[in-house]
C-alpha cells in the first residue's frame, strides 16, 4: 500500500513538472527575465538535522549530513555572497519589507548533539546564524542536546525553537492535545532557559491544519515553518506567517552539486507558484 502511494505521489510530481516545463519553454526568454528578477525578492530557509558521524538518528541516512558536506554548503554559500540568519531575523526584514536578495536562513531539527559540537563551531567559524527546534521530550538523552549545550547555543546568538513536545504531527492528533504540543512547549522552554521567549514552530513532519495553525497563534507563536518547498518573500510572508517555506537538504549521493540543486529547486518552486503551478499541493494531498 505504502509503495502504491509513493508510486501515485511520484507520478503527480512528474506531471506538474512536466506542466511547469512545457509553460517555461513557451515563454522563453520573458520568464528567464522574470526569474531572475524573482530570485532577488525570495529567500530559502534550509533544514538539516544531524550534522555528523554518530548512529541511531532516527532519520534516513540521507538525512544524516557529514560535516565536511555541511562546512562545503557553508564555504559555497558565503562565496556566492549569502547572509546566513536565523528564522527570527529573516522574518523580521520579510516583515519590514527590507531586501532579502541573498539572504538565507538555516533551520535544524530535532535537537541532536552534533547541533553542538559539530554545526556551533561551523557557524562561528563563517559568521552564520541557524535556527535549532528541540522537542521537549528529547532533550538531554544519548542522542539530543542537553540543557547546557543548548544554552550556549541561545549564547552565541543563535535561535531556539519549537519543535513541538513530543514530535506527534498535530493536524493528526486530537485538538485537546495541542495545547500539550505547543503552549506547554513553549513554557517548559522558558522555564529551562532562562527566560527564552520562543516564538518559532517548525511542524513535525511538515503536518498542520487551519485549526494547528489557530492553536499555534493563540499560544504565542508568531511563525510556523512548513515542508512546502519555495522561497520566503514579503508578500508570502505578510500573507501567511505560520506557513513559511523551507527546502530539506538531504545528502543524496551528490555533493555540493546535489546541494545547489535543492538551494535552486527552492526558487524555482517559488516562481513557479507566482505562476499558478504549485508542487506542494501534491505533497499535501498525502501529509495534511
Given at each position: 500500500m505504502i509503495k502504491k502511494v509513493c508510486l501515485v505521489f511520484l507520478a503527480l510530481v512528474v506531471v506538474l513538472l512536466a506542466v511547469a516545463g512545457v509553460a517555461w519553454k513557451l515563454n522563453g526568454e520573458r520568464w528567464q527575465q522574470e526569474y531572475a528578477a524573482f530570485r532577488k525578492t525570495g529567500a530559502p530557509v534550509l533544514m538539516y538535522h544531524a550534522v555528523g558521524l554518530e548512529e541511531g538518528a532516527d532519520w534516513p541516512k540521507t538525512l544524516i549530513m557529514k560535516p565536511e558536506l555541511f562546512e562545503a554548503h557553508l564555504q559555497y554559500l558565503k562565496e556566492q555572497g549569502y547572509t546566513i540568519v536565523t528564522v527570527a531575523e529573516l522574518?523580521?526584514?520579510?516583515?519590514?519589507?527590507?531586501?532579502?536578495?541573498?539572504?538565507?536562513?538555516?533551520?535544524?531539527?530535532?535537537?541532536?548533539?552534533?547541533?553542538?559540537?559539530?554545526?556551533?563551531?561551523?557557524?562561528?567559524?563563517?559568521?552564520?546564524?541557524?535556527?535549532?527546534?528541540?522537542?521537549?521530550?528529547?532533550?538531554g538523552d544519548e542522542l539530543h542536546m542537553n540543557e547546557q549545550e543548548i544554552k550556549e547555543l541561545i549564547a552565541a546568538g543563535m535561535e531556539l525553537g519549537s519543535h513541538t513536545y513530543?514530535?506527534?504531527?498535530?493536524?493528526?492528533?486530537?485538538?485537546?492535545?495541542?495545547?500539550?504540543?505547543?503552549?506547554?512547549?513553549r513554557y517548559w522552554l522558558k522555564k529551562k532557559f532562562d527566560g527564552y521567549i520562543v516564538r518559532t514552530l517548525a511542524y513535525p513532519n511538515g503536518s498542520y491544519n487551519d485549526r494547528v495553525i489557530a492553536a499555534a497563534k493563540k499560544y504565542g507563536f508568531y511563525r510556523a515553518l512548513t515542508g512546502h518547498v519555495g522561497v520566503n518573500t514579503a508578500a508570502t510572508y505578510q500573507k501567511a506567517p505560520f506557513e513559511m517555506y523551507r527546502v530539506t537538504v538531504a545528502d543524496d549521493g551528490n555533493g555540493l552539486e546535489g546541494f545547489k540543486r535543492r538551494l535552486e529547486q527552492a526558487y524555482f518552486f517559488g516562481f513557479l507558484q507566482t505562476k499558478g503551478i504549485d508542487i506542494n499541493i501534491v505533497r499535501d494531498i498525502f501529509v495534511r
Open positions: 522574518a523580521e526584514r520579510l516583515q519590514q519589507g527590507k531586501s532579502v536578495d541573498k539572504y538565507v536562513a538555516l533551520s535544524f531539527d530535532d535537537g541532536y548533539k552534533n547541533n553542538h559540537s559539530v554545526v556551533l563551531p561551523l557557524l562561528k567559524k563563517y559568521d552564520a546564524k541557524g535556527s535549532f527546534f528541540v522537542i521537549n521530550r528529547d532533550i513530543s514530535h506527534n504531527p498535530l493536524a493528526a492528533i486530537d485538538e485537546k492535545y495541542l495545547v500539550w504540543e505547543t503552549d506547554t512547549s
